[in-house]
């Protein structure tokens, strides 16, 4: 969803989830925090979103910048696999697309696992849902990553 686009409650779906990185003291909503859409009313152009604590709160999108919306996706990760970070994080020192390898999972959704560079982080994979798979990445999320082999499929037919 682009930018104009999360100005517009149409084009929102019940059950997307948003991350505010900047939060309002009007509508009640705190940096860094997320919701779930609830309800969408385009005639009037409002959302209905659902906070973690379960209070609701229903705003018109075009007055508030810094969000980003995702569907939310379940998957499943065992040990050894190797993930990729699909956002920042400041308090685990990791970039947009770092990539690392897990080493433990427990049950309570504490992940640790090992980084590119040997570092060993610690994340709730229920607070940090920013990460997926990362057996294979796209050209543009590899810039800057070091690799022994890569494998490039080339569509001849352009």
């Known amino acids: 969803m682009t930018g104009a686009e999360r100005s517009w409650a149409n084009r929102y779906e019940v059950n997307d989830v948003i991350r505010y990185t900047r939060g309002s003291k009007a509508i009640g909503i705190r940096t860094g925090t997320y919701a779930s859409v609830v309800r969408v009313d385009p005639a009037a152009n409002l959302l209905t979103v659902e906070k973690v604590n379960h209070e609701r709160a229903t705003y018109d999108p075009r007055r508030l910048t810094g969000v980003s919306v995702y569907q939310g996706i379940d998957r499943e990760f065992s040990v050894g696999d190797r993930i990729q970070f699909t956002a920042p994080d400041k308090s685990l020192i990791i970039a947009n697309r770092d990539l690392a390898v897990i080493e433990s999972i427990q ?52």
């Open 107 to 158: 049950h309570d959704g504490r992940v640790t696992a090992r980084l590119s560079d040997n570092r060993h982080i610690e994340f709730n994979a229920r607070e940090h849902p920013h990460f997926d798979h990362g057996y294979a990445v796209t050209s543009h999320s590899s810039q800057g990553l070091t690799s022994e082999r890569v494998f490039v499929h080339a569509d001849t037919s352009v």
